[in-house]
């Protein structure tokens, strides 16, 4: 830990027993995926892979120009250099940490509108990851529509306990956002997981496929990013789709100059037919079913030792709620990030502060320091990777950790880059 600076990104993962860092590029592909990377076509241009790949996400979003990059911040770079900028504002449930930088490293203001008790760790809800409708409203009220270039929505709402949005919501902030000449972007994600919670828990939705579910989702916007390293189920990939012609020739312009040729993006041929498979797969809703039981089966195991968490288990992860496991430790000494280090060195088990180090803001002149709203550790699961046995360890450890709570202590930055610093900081146990 000390050659690591106390930091978990630092760490080899050779020396990691269970990787819960994250659920993005970590998924076991299937053979089938494996079989269509075998046949990949290789085709500088017009590659017969590209066009399997863009009719699988035509088909499920009906978004017209699909768009192919390296992963998913490579969309919101591309989407924001056109359309973020100086006194533009972007509102969101939630930015996860790549979109809040890529706007504001345009010069944009990235706005988080959560439902107030989508900030509320221990209430119990069925769509927590909802945007606050309301909120938005008065932000279009008060500001100039011009400036306002697009409202996005993240599903799941991964910085947010990877609650679901419902598709009351997405439909309401469509019509929101319509009526005020404003586009909607999804970020995409999770979606596949996003689409199976609405079966399970929005009414009207039960007898409906996934599927279906996730093209009704995506008939309410007007594009999306993606990053395909989550529900596409692969280990590199994403993509930015939209309809209006106008912004996709300017999206494709760029793409040429820092990805490649419109028909490969950031990536090889055999990439794109994993991500077609992928797309394929993660709709299975016994997938799914299989998916979401068993992030459930962690939360449960967890809340019966008394652990903290983020109510109710999300999609991709289950976030411990540092601020209440750690009620001794100050925001300011992170105790997100205590909590993550113990748990590496207490079982081998490498997770990740989403709280004051990720999202808090430290001013370098006054010091002043802005916490988050939430303390979050969160424990991601990589999909179709681990078993039972090494989530039943991981519920152990945690307990542990939970039992000797009062002995951990805070910790402090001792450097940090401008942006993203949770990447690269270096911080001391205080
Ligand atoms: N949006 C969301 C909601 C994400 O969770 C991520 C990545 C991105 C965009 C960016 O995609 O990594 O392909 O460039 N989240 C990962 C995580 C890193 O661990 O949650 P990317």
New binding site residues.
Partial sequence: MLDANHNLFNIRADDVLIDLL???GTSALSARQWAGIMEGDEAYAGSKSFYRFEQTVREITGLGHVIPTH????A?KILFTIAGGEGKIVPNNTH?D??RANIEMSGAEAVDLPVPEGVLPSSEGDFKGNIDLEALENLFRQKDQQNIPLGML?VTN?ANGGQPVSMENIRKMSELCHAHGIPLFL?A??FAENAYFIKLREPGYGDRSTREIAQEMFSYVDGC?M?A??DGLVNIG?FLAVNDDDLAQKARNILVVTEGFPTYGGLAGHDLEAIAQGLEEVLEESYLKYRIRSVAYVGEKLSQLGVPIFRPPGGNAIYLDAKAFLHHIPPREYPGHALACELYLHGGIRS?EIGSVMFGKTDPLSGAFQPAKLELVRL?IPRRVYTQSHMDYVVECVGEVFDKRDTLKGMRIVSEPPVLRHFTARFEPL
Avoid at 71 to 74: E, F, L, Y
């Fill in positions: 994250t659920d993005s992963q998913g911040r490579a919101e996860f790549t979109t993240t991964n970020d994600c999770r990013t990053s390293k989550k994403g990740c991601a």
